[in-house]
Structures are given as structure tokens and as C-alpha cells.
């Protein structure tokens, strides 16, 4: 996982890639923590210009002194309600009965505060002005990418789409392991199956893992570059970084490895490993 929890008080200095929650009615910033409290392990604000973090429970906003912080890349923030949790939602903490709670973040008197997504109670609850307030639409905090072991026509909810077959067939991300090298795939769930690229022919796999989140998008490049933010899919055998690219060929637009050492993107089509020169690169945003 590309997150980390760093225990820390409200007098330390903020740990590099602390994510940024939202931001008080004076517009400090606000940051994602958790904190115990009562036995709950709850989403915690911190809001360091202040040297303050406080929890929502029990109806009052209460403060802590110490906490752990979150640090990472690649969060993306989606819009929920009614204690809705999207696919991927970070999972923070847990009620004493054993009820997961996730982060939250909603608009309040100024302020974009977050606080905890309590499922069961359909809300989120942030602690603002001494008290424990609750929205029933809000924005939940999803984890960076997340590559999920499927086979054959399972797609789970946010998987990233790629392209179309030549048919019309819906193309997703995927990657599988083949001679030693973990090789990026189109996986296509109505043929029940992934194919990939590799030494000039196109090779079907019936086990493979799936790409899901958010925060995806398309940039265009050439001839094995890549630019910031390109997601590495998998490796070779030797250890060089494979990454995610799609191309238009023959009436599709389908995805496939980019090897930077070969100076291309290559994809799996009609039985061979085709040749691209211009395509697109997939990235995080």
C-alpha cells in the first residue's frame, strides 16, 4: 500500500506527504489523522496551525493529543452520502462493537472539514465549534491504486477502463505474470479472459489482476517515453519498469506494455504483439 500512519503530537512538525484534508473557517489547512478514544479508533482533523486535533463522538468535538497522521500520494477524495462508502475507501478505524469507519470530509460553516464516515448511522459525523455535527452528503477518501486478483468475466466496481476490442467488447487494465516477467494486459470480461504482449505473440491468460481507483487519466507520448505520473504496471525478469499505455489498431483501442528500452508501446492483437510508436500513457493525476 502506498500509505503510511505516523504517530505524532500537536506540538511535532508535520511529516513529508501529509494529506490534506480541507481547511478551517479561517482556512488553516486541515489534515487526515486517527486518534483512540473510548476504545473507537476514529478519523481525527488535525490542524496543525492551531496545534490542535479533535475527534467527533458522542455528540461533542473532543480534542487529542496525540494522534497518527496519514502520509502518501495518489488519494483521491469521491463524492458519497447517506453512509455510502465508493469501492476502495480508506479504512481508518473501528467502532468498539467492530463497525469500520472510514474518512470523510463535508462543507460546515465555512470550513471543509473531514471527520468519520459511520455506516451504519448513514452520515458522516465532523467535529466542529465544541460539538459533533453530521452530514448526510460529503466526499470519502479512496486509496491509491489497487490491483485486485480476478479471472475469467469478474470486473469489481472501479476498475480502470482502457479502450474497445475491433468488436465493440469494453477493454479494462490488468496485468499477469508470464516467463518470469509481470507483464500489463487488456483484460476483456466478455471473452472471459486477459491477453498480453510478449516476444511477438499475444498470449491469453485466464487468472490476472485488475486495476481499480481513481484519479486516472490519458496522457499522450512516443516512442518509450512515459511521462510524470505514469503508473509502472509491471516488470521484466531484469527489472525494468513496464508501463501502462493504449493505441488504436485495426478499429480497437487497446492497451498494452510500454518498454522504454524498446522505444515503443506494445500490444496484444489478433494472435501477435504489435508495435506502436505514438500512444497513450496512463497516469496518475
Not at 500537536?10 to 481547511?23: N, R
Not at 486509496?143 to 477493454?171: C, F, K, M, R, Y
Request: net charge negative.
Amino acid at each position: 500500500m502506498d500509505h503510511t500512519w505516523i504517530a505524532r503530537n500537536v506540538y511535532d512538525a508535520l511529516p513529508p506527504f501529509a494529506i490534506v484534508a480541507g481547511h478551517d473557517s479561517d482556512n488553516d489547512p486541515i489534515y487526515v489523522g486517527r486518534a483512540y478514544h473510548n476504545g473507537d479508533l476514529l478519523p481525527c482533523k488535525i490542524v496543525p496551525g492551531k496545534q490542535q486535533a479533535y475527534v467527533a463522538w458522542g455528540g461533542e468535538e473532543i480534542n487529542k493529543h496525540d494522534f497518527e497522521i496519514l502520509t502518501g500520494h495518489h488519494y483521491s477524495w469521491i463524492p458519497a452520502s447517506g453512509g455510502f462508502v465508493p469501492p476502495h475507501a480508506l479504512r481508518v478505524g473501528q467502532t468498539t462493537e467492530g463497525e469500520a469507519l472510514y474518512i470523510g470530509r463535508g462543507y460546515f460553516s465555512g470550513s471543509l472539514t473531514p471527520g468519520k464516515v459511520h455506516p451504519s448511522h448513514r452520515c458522516l459525523y465532523i467535529p466542529f465549534g465544541g460539538k459533533e455535527h453530521s452530514l448526510e452528503a460529503y466526499e470519502v477518501l479512496v486509496q491509491p491504486e489497487t490491483w485486485i486478483s480476478s479471472s475469467g468475466s469478474n470486473i469489481v466496481p472501479g476498475t480502470v477502463l482502457a479502450g474497445h476490442d475491433a468488436d465493440g467488447d469494453t477493454i479494462y487494465v490488468g496485468r499477469a505474470y508470464h516467463e518470469g516477467d509481470l507483464v500489463p494486459a487488456k483484460v476483456i470480461p466478455n471473452k472471459g479472459c486477459a491477453y498480453l504482449p510478449y516476444g511477438g505473440l499475444e498470449y491469453v491468460k485466464y487468472d490476472f489482476e485488475l486495476l481499480a481507483g481513481y484519479g486516472y487519466g490519458w496522457v499522450p507520448d512516443s516512442l518509450g517515453s512515459v511521462p510524470p505520473g505514469a503508473v509502472v504496471c509491471g516488470r521484466t525478469s531484469d527489472g525494468e519498469a513496464l508501463y501502462i499505455g493504449r493505441g488504436s489498431y485495426n478499429g480497437s483501442f487497446t492497451p498494452g506494455k510500454i518498454q522504454p528500452s524498446h522505444r515503443c508501446l506494445y500490444i496484444p492483437f489478433g494472435g501477435e504483439e504489435v508495435r506502436i510508436d505514438s500512444y497513450e500513457v496512463l497516469v496518475r493525476s
